[in-house]
């Protein structure tokens, strides 16, 4: 129902226009008070769809976020209130969207550069006539108060609905998850904690009843801090390298180590961390002894075939194809 960022932040400056048409005013949507009543959003989303999602993935840490990818048919349901905030994009998709809550009217179009935000707490009928291909993330109120709280901002409850909304910037990022998330289990947890501190605040910055501008100092990280930083990303222990160690250890926010870490390296935590993987694959494929199957699990992928397909998006070549030319 619901589809490269800034080199430093990973967040554009540039303002979106509204293109949905209302018949009244957008309005800030007010969370339902009795948190039993708010269903959890993938599953309130698959009762919606009707269908298995493509992909989800996540984890119980709520700085991960889940992040799932569905394609569905024509909808016409009520979707019942959330317990996290929804923020989609769309891929290869051109649909009207309509969305009605009491008196409220509002429609928009489906289709790549656009976002469609569900806040917590909101329940609204949807009418969507065909086909969609979308991406989602679900964004908890939590991580939204706590960005709020790194960056010095008093916390955002008012998020604003949004249907089939401009947002280059958002819809970037998430269409990123459909490449990114390779099977790594280190490289899909980090992924997807930057990808929630980046998402979180452009939500703030941009789609809140009181927008802020939520900019990180400027300056990288000290050597000894970013020295640290590289000792976690080459551990071997996936649970040493989640953002929240990374920032700790360099004794500032979540907020502020991912643009500090680019500046000091020119790549982002995660893209470092996949480098270093794709020179740790290629150094194990030299040695013909080591079966590929084997190669793919010491580096933490689920399998050899999500090791295979994130070998080949980042060299061109397969590890079986590459390994023989390197003989």
Same mark, same amino acid.
């Given at each position: 129902?619901?589809?490269?960022?800034?080199?430093?932040?990973?967040?554009?400056?540039?303002?979106?226009?509204?293109?949905?048409?209302?018949?009244?005013?957008?309005?800030?949507?007010?969370?339902?008070?009795?948190?039993?009543?708010? &269903?959890? +959003?993938? @599953?309130?989303?698959?009762?919606?769809?009707?269908?298995?999602?493509?992909?989800? =993935?996540?984890? *119980?840490?709520?700085?991960?976020?889940?992040?799932?990818?569905?394609?569905?048919?024509?909808?016409?349901?009520?979707?019942?209130?959330?317990?996290?905030?929804?923020?989609?994009?769309?891929?290869?998709?051109?649909? &009207?969207? +309509?969305? @009605?809550?009491?008196?409220?009217?509002?429609?928009?179009?489906?289709?790549?550069? =656009?976002?469609? *935000?569900i806040p917590a707490g909101s329940s609204a009928r949807w009418d969507i006539?065909?086909?969609?291909?979308?991406?989602?993330?679900?964004?908890?109120?939590?991580?939204?108060?706590?960005?709020?709280?790194?960056?010095?901002k008093t916390a955002a409850n008012d998020l604003l609905e949004r249907t089939g909304h401009p947002d280059p910037t958002i819809s970037r990022l998430l269409t990123m998850a459909t490449d990114a998330l390779e099977g790594g289990a280190a490289l899909d947890t980090l992924f997807r904690q930057q990808l929630t501190e980046l998402i979180a605040t452009r939500v703030l910055s941009s789609h809140t009843g009181t927008p802020t501008n939520y900019q990180p100092p400027l300056g990288g990280l000290s050597p000894s801090a970013l020295r640290r930083a590289m000792e976690r990303l080459r551990s071997e222990n996936d649970t040493d390298v989640s953002l929240a160690a990374l920032a700790s250890d360099a004794g500032i926010s979540r907020f502020h180590f991912c643009r500090a870490f680019k500046e000091s390296t020119g790549l982002s935590p995660h893209t470092w961390l996949r480098q270093h993987r794709l020179e740790q694959a290629k150094a194990m494929l030299r040695d013909p002894s080591m079966p590929i199957v084997s190669i793919a699990a010491e580096l933490g992928y689920g399998s050899q075939t999500a090791f295979a397909a994130a070998f080949r998006r980042l060299t061109g070549e397969t590890p079986t194809d590459w390994r023989r030319r390197a003989r």
């Open positions: 129902m619901v589809g490269s960022s800034d080199a430093r932040t990973g967040i554009s400056n540039e303002e979106a226009q509204q293109s949905s048409q209302t018949s009244a005013a957008t309005e800030t949507l007010k969370p339902i008070d009795d948190p039993k009543e708010l &269903r959890p +959003a993938d @599953r309130e989303m698959a009762r919606v769809l009707n269908t298995p999602p493509l992909q989800i =993935a996540g984890g *119980i840490d709520p700085s991960q976020a889940l992040i799932a990818h569905w394609q569905h048919g024509a909808l016409h349901d009520v979707v019942e209130p959330m317990s996290d905030h929804v923020v989609m994009t769309y891929i290869d998709t051109m649909q &009207r969207l +309509a969305r @009605r809550s009491g008196r409220s009217f509002a429609s928009g179009t489906a289709r790549p550069g =656009a976002v469609t *935000i006539d065909g086909k969609v291909d979308v991406l989602q993330l679900y964004l908890s109120q939590a991580t939204i108060d706590r960005i709020a709280a790194e960056a010095g």
